[in-house]
């Protein structure tokens, strides 16, 4: 498995930018575990698929935006980053796209400046280690908030 194995498009319109006001109504995926048919259900849906000693787990952490579009500093070249880890205070683990315009030192820059980043090393599975600079004013992840 490569890291190109996890690139995909995804349209920006099929995003959810809210919540659904009646969160029941959200969309259900069901797979059956012995045919792989699919069905497309609503969460509501979901009690006619648990059976009493079953165990559901509910995910409530907050999702941070964690995709950042930016600037290689000099030649203005684009650059995606997904923070994948977080390392040290302002250290990150990520995925770029494309990787070979961040080689270890380049810089690259998001929201006009607000946010710097360099790339402190290359992993051998193609991640980079990335340090984050931003401005004394600032904190990391409301800035995250604004340019995520």
């Known amino acids: 498995m490569e890291v190109k194995d996890f690139y995909y498009d995804l349209p920006q319109e099929l995003i959810a930018q809210d919540p659904l006001k009646d969160r029941s109504s959200s969309r259900l995926l069901v797979m059956q575990k012995d045919s792989g048919q699919l069905q497309h259900r609503h969460f509501c849906d979901i009690l006619e698929y648990l059976k009493p000693q079953d165990c559901l787990v509910i995910n409530n952490t907050k ?10 500093e000099g030649t203005q070249a684009k650059i995606e980053i997904l923070l994948l880890k977080r390392k040290e205070k302002d250290l990150w683990e990520t995925l770029v796209k494309p990787g070979k315009r961040a080689r270890e030192g380049a810089r690259i820059v998001f929201g006009a ?32 908030d604004r340019l995520g």
């Open 113 to 144: 400046g607000l946010l710097t980043g360099e790339i402190a090393a290359v992993q051998e599975d193609g991640n980079r280690i990335i340090r984050f600079e931003l401005r004394e004013d600032e904190a990391f992840f409301p800035l995250l």
């Open 63 to 72: 999702v941070i935006p964690a995709r950042l579009f930016g600037e290689r």
